[in-house]
T-cell receptor
Framework: GQNIDQPTEMTATEGAIVQINCTYQ??????LFWYQQHAGEAPTFLSY??LDGLEEKGRFSSFLSRSKGYSYLLLKELQMKDSASYLC??????????WGAGTKLIIKP | GAVVSQHPSWVICKSGTSVKIECRSL??????MFWYRQFPKQSLMLMAT?????????EQGVEKDKFLINHASLTLSTLTVTSAHPEDSSFYIC?????????????FGEGSRLTVL
């Protein structure tokens, strides 16, 4: 079956760095997405990785290892507004998104 | 940009009534739109995939006669919750994929919060 695993909740301190991991098992693979979702709002796109390696975009970076079925989202210089749920989603061979349950990130002052 | 608009944002209705939620892609054409439901503190649950000009594909466990989906044009999909009951109260979100794009980047609507009394 197809499966996405990510931690349910993480806590970090303002100004620090946090890494949110995601492992996936899908029928075929066409890329890995990260979305941010604030409570009561729709998700917003953060990143897309299809090749191995690290993609950096400002304070956020995303890493992919296709051989390990593994990705992480790295958030630097954490701000209070980064408190949100972070959703990992893998694109399978039919170009359907398989969603993880999301990681709730709590930022403390 | 790519903007998806959902309407209404909030709706409160009595049990047994039907509610229609609209999802529009404002500045692009979307052959495929997706409808999700999200209960408090849970992740998105895909309900159905809506394809312009054809019947929607429903996920397992989603009643197609209860959640009617119509995708009559390349910019509009509607979800009608028929004979709504309190357990249908949820946050309903749509997303759209640009026509011709095989990548999975989705553009999300703002969501519609349904409360059934």
């Amino acid at each position: 079956g197809q499966n996405i695993d990510q931690p349910t909740e993480m806590t970090a301190t303002e100004g620090a760095i946090v890494q949110i991991n995601c492992t996936y098992q899908t029928s075929g693979f066409n890329g890995l997405f990260w979305y941010q979702q604030h409570a009561g709002e729709a998700p917003t796109f953060l990143s897309y990785n299809v090749l191995d390696g690290l993609e950096e975009k400002g304070r956020f970076s995303s890493f992919l290892s296709r051989s390990k079925g593994y990705s992480y989202l790295l958030l630097k210089e954490l701000q209070m507004k980064d408190s949100a749920s972070y959703l990992c989603a893998a694109l399978d061979s039919n170009y359907q998104l398989i969603w993880g349950a999301g990681t709730k990130l709590i930022i403390k002052p | 940009g790519a903007v998806v608009s959902q309407h209404p944002s909030w709706v409160i209705c009595k049990s047994g009534t039907s509610v229609k939620i609209e999802c529009r892609s404002l500045d692009f054409q979307a052959t495929t739109m997706f409808w999700y439901r999200q209960f408090p503190k849970q992740s998105l649950m895909l309900m159905a995939t809506s394809n312009e000009g054809s019947k929607a594909t429903y996920e397992q466990g989603v009643e197609k006669d209860k959640f009617l989906i119509n995708h009559a044009s390349l910019t509009l999909s509607t979800l009608t919750v028929t004979s709504a009951h309190p357990e249908d109260s949820s946050f309903y979100i749509c997303s759209a994929r640009k026509t011709g794009m095989d990548t999975g980047e989705l553009f999300f609507g703002e969501g519609s919060r349904l409360t059934v009394l």
